[in-house]
């Protein structure tokens, strides 16, 4: 006890110190003992044991300190558990991990991910994905998709149509009409009628028709007087031809009755020359539209005189002057026949008064 007491300089526990006495141990055992508990006891205060032995070995320092405690109680609390991140990194990663953050990255990765996220990202990607993303983006994308989405956009696009069109129609019309017109007509009419009028609309015109009675009489032509009592401009004839041969049809007009003109060919403008087939007796025989409507004002006379390379069928009639038709815009007078093959204009020989001129006015009111 007393070596121990003086060999350390410092007190121990008298308990521990006889104990090491009653087992008869060496006294650097015993030393060995006494610094270990005693470290033990006084926690992180390091104990030197400097022994001073009569066997001539050099001066030794033990320290017993907490690094020791500490890694005793680290190698005890087994494999340490590894952090998880609770918010993603403020930079994207240069690969993409293999299943998505709880939260969107500030920016897009460099790299697609192998699946897309269930909602958009806040700003488009540099280039499209693979397949389209669950619910449509805020904005449009820059280039067309390769595929056509399953339902229309809300809107048309600003700056211009596609480069080409759909391989077939949408199964709904559009709103609004196009800018321009199609190059073919729709299958069925639009609910409303175009806002400007076709180049050339139909209508079926109005008509005057004479008898087509010939009582047996014909010639080259006829002269007679019509009465407007409405606006009107005259288009074409039908005549009643003789023979079914082809010949030339040639008309003349001028304001005013025939009357006293039969034989002044000066005072007739020529407005239309055809060549016709004749369709038979009793039948009419169709000219073209004049190239100048003649036009005459509600109450005016005008005059014409129709005459053919080959014959015409016309029919005698009453007196002088006669009104023949009268269909309440257009009044329609007995004339004149015109015989001989080489007549151009009457002369007194071959001017047949009493003649009714038979054929069809197509007329317009305006």
């Known amino acids: 006890?007393?070596?121990?007491?003086?060999?350390?300089?410092?007190?121990?526990?008298?308990?521990?110190?006889?104990?090491?006495?009653?087992?008869?141990?060496?006294?650097?055992?015993?030393?060995?003992?006494?610094?270990?508990?005693?470290?033990?006891?006084?926690?992180?205060?390091?104990?030197?044991?400097?022994?001073?032995?009569?066997?001539?070995?050099?001066?030794?320092?033990?320290?017993?300190?907490?690094?020791?405690?500490?890694?005793?109680?680290?190698?005890?609390?087994?494999?340490?558990?590894?952090?998880?991140?609770?918010?993603?990194?403020?930079?994207?990663?240069?690969?993409?991990?293999?299943?998505?953050?709880?939260?969107?990255?500030?920016?897009?990765?460099?790299?697609?991910?192998?699946?897309?996220?269930?909602?958009?990202?806040?700003?488009?990607?540099?280039?499209?994905?693979?397949?389209?993303?669950?619910?449509?983006?805020?904005?449009?994308?820059?280039?067309?998709?390769?595929?056509?989405?399953?339902?229309?956009?809300?809107?048309?696009?600003?700056?211009?149509?596609?480069?080409?069109?759909?391989?077939?129609?949408?199964?709904?019309?559009?709103?609004?009409?196009?800018?321009?017109?199609?190059?073919?007509?729709?299958?069925?009419?639009?609910?409303?009628p175009s806002p400007t009028s076709s180049a050339s609309p139909s209508y079926i015109p109005s008509t005057l028709e004479t008898p087509y009675n010939s009582n047996g009489f014909s010639g080259q032509g006829n002269m007679f007087d019509v009465k407007a009592k409405k606006d009107l401009l005259i288009e074409r004839f039908d005549i009643h031809a003789k023979g079914e041969d082809t010949s030339t049809i040639y008309v003349y007009t001028k304001s005013g009755s025939y009357s006293g003109s039969e034989f002044v060919s000066v005072d007739w403008t020529h407005i239309h020359t055809e060549a016709y087939t004749s369709q038979g007796k009793n039948n009419k025989t169709a000219l073209s539209v004049f190239t100048s409507p003649v036009e005459i004002k509600s109450g005016e006379i005008q005059s014409f005189y129709v005459r053919s390379d080959s014959a015409v069928w016309y029919t005698t009639c009453g007196p002088y002057g006669y009104l023949v038709v009268d269909n309440g815009d257009l009044q329609f007078f007995e004339g004149v026949g015109v015989k001989g093959a080489s007549a151009t204009f009457c002369d007194r020989a071959e001017c047949l008064y009493n003649r009714i001129w038979n054929g069809v006015i197509d007329y317009k009111l305006v």
Do not use: Q, W
């Open 1 to 192: 006890k007393s070596f121990i007491d003086h060999s350390f300089n410092l007190p121990v526990n008298s308990y521990v110190t006889r104990l090491a006495l009653k087992m008869k141990l060496s006294s650097l055992t015993t030393m060995l003992m006494v610094g270990l508990l005693c470290g033990v006891a006084h926690g992180n205060e390091a104990v030197e044991i400097v022994p001073e032995l009569t066997t001539g070995r050099k001066n030794k320092k033990v320290k017993s300190s907490s690094s020791s405690s500490s890694s005793f109680s680290s190698s005890k609390s087994g494999k340490k558990k590894k952090d998880t991140s609770a918010s993603p990194s403020t930079s994207p990663s240069v690969s993409p991990s293999s299943s998505p953050s709880m939260s969107p990255s500030a920016s897009p990765s460099n790299i697609p991910s192998s699946s897309p996220s269930s909602s958009p990202s806040s700003s488009p990607g540099a280039s499209p994905s693979a397949s389209p993303s669950i619910s449509p983006s805020a904005f449009p994308s820059s280039s067309p998709s390769a595929f056509p989405s399953s339902n229309p956009s809300a809107s048309p696009s600003a700056s211009r149509p596609s480069a080409s069109p759909s391989t077939s129609p949408s199964t709904s019309p559009s709103t609004s009409p196009s800018t321009s017109p199609s190059s073919i007509p729709s299958a069925s009419p639009s609910g409303s």
